[in-house]
């Protein structure tokens, strides 16, 4: 798939930030050609979705794990987080374990299911559902895998019902497979949920393509059954060749507005807007970022000072001296980024799957000699 045209201005904002970009890893594919190719996988991201995604409301709980990961939401407001206190890198604070890709990924076989038939007491129906893992890759390592289910039902029964996921049948008029769990339900108001990772597969098996379970759900005494109206998979995953080491705090300092090559070496403010970029109609939020880059002189005295960042390198300082004295016998050191942050983004992937993830070293914090 090819990602979508730009326009002038577009394409020249696309280039500057990809060569501001730190340089990918040699272990990932080739660069395709083309900025907004370049830009996509340092994002992580094969291809750009095509086409306004099906409009569905963005579940809570991705907004909540999208507020509490982005910087601007984390400084500001009742959200602003006690001094000296960090979210660490690759972990998902809210749900409690490790990963860097937050899925929630909706039921495909709702469209196809037919309405629950009525039932007699004690004999009532199974639905199947299916949820495609298509845009999970091989490396990454899932750390959570929560269905997510919402019943509508009449009165409670006295004992409350008893949820089972079995492995659903995959040929038509296929039986359900062995049943991987059973769950008491005590009540249908709030969300059922149900932890899949270790019953529906092992943790570290691979990928499949799709997740089939069929689900059942019995009133432990006799009563009217219950109908499925929702079902979902919150999947989070690891993605180790996206994670970083820890990081120091961000400083609150902002970056000055871009100017001449002259002054000294820090960074600059590079404002990225998905709108200009053309991606606005499937990435949520947020509507742009803050890319920053480097640019200023490393000559004497400058270097010995930082610039009000971090001190310079040793060597950088040895050799804007020994440009001082022999300009000919070294070249000045190089205004670079000298400590980068990550930035989170909420979008619908080609499936239509509403994803939160994070990409390291997104934004120019600092800059140094080097």
């Known amino acids: 798939m090819l990602p979508p045209r730009q326009g002038p201005g577009g394409q020249h904002l696309l280039l500057l930030l990809v060569l501001l970009l730190p340089s990918l890893s040699p272990t990932r594919a080739p660069v395709p050609p083309g900025p907004a190719a370049a830009l996509l996988q340092a994002l992580g991201l094969r291809d750009a979705p095509q086409g306004a995604p099906r409009l569905r409301p963005v579940p809570p709980v991705m907004w909540r794990l999208f507020r509490r990961r982005d910087p601007q939401e984390t400084r500001s407001g009742s959200r602003r987080m006690s001094p000296g206190v960090t979210l660490q890198p690759c972990h998902v604070e809210e749900l409690g374990v490790a990963g860097n890709i937050v899925r929630h990924i909706p039921d495909r076989g709702a469209p196809t299911r037919a309405s629950d038939p009525a039932s007699a007491v004690g ?40 949820l089972s996921v079995s492995q659903a049948g995959q040929g038509t008029g296929a039986g359900p ?33 799709s997740l089939r379970l069929a689900l059942a759900l019995r009133p432990r005494t006799p009563a009217a059954c219950a109908r499925l109206a929702e079902a979902s998979l919150l999947l989070v995953t690891l993605d180790p060749r996206l994670c970083h080491p820890l990081a120091r705090p ?36 947020p509507r742009g970022f803050l890319a920053n880059y480097c640019q200023g002189q490393c000559a004497l005295p400058v270097t010995l000072s930082g610039s ?58 600092e800059c140094g000699c080097r």
């Open 123 to 162: 004999h009532c129906p199974e639905w199947t559902v299916v949820f495609d893992l298509s845009a999970v890759e091989s490396a990454e390592r899932p750390s959570r895998a929560r269905l997510e289910l919402r019943f509508a039902a009449a009165a409670a029964p006295e004992g409350g019902w008893e």
């Open 177 to 209: 497979g062995p049943v991987l769990l059973r769950q008491l339900v005590p009540a249908l108001g709030p969300p059922v949920r149900a932890e899949l990772l270790g019953t529906a597969w092992a943790r570290n098996a691979s990928w499949p393509r």
């Open 250 to 285: 961000r400083r609150d300092a902002e970056p000055v507005l871009g100017g001449g090559p002259g002054g000294a070496c820090r960074a600059r403010r590079l404002y990225v807007s998905f709108r200009e970029v053309g991606w606005h109609r499937w990435v949520i939020a």
């Open 308 to 365: 009000g960042g971090p001190p310079a390198l040793n060597h950088a300082v040895l050799r804007a001296l020994m440009h001082a004295t022999t300009p000919g016998a070294a070249d000045l050191p190089c205004c670079v980024p000298a400590r980068l942050s990550p930035i989170s983004v909420l979008f619908f992937d080609n499936s239509d799957n509403v994803v939160l993830r994070q990409y390291e070293d997104m934004v120019v914090d």
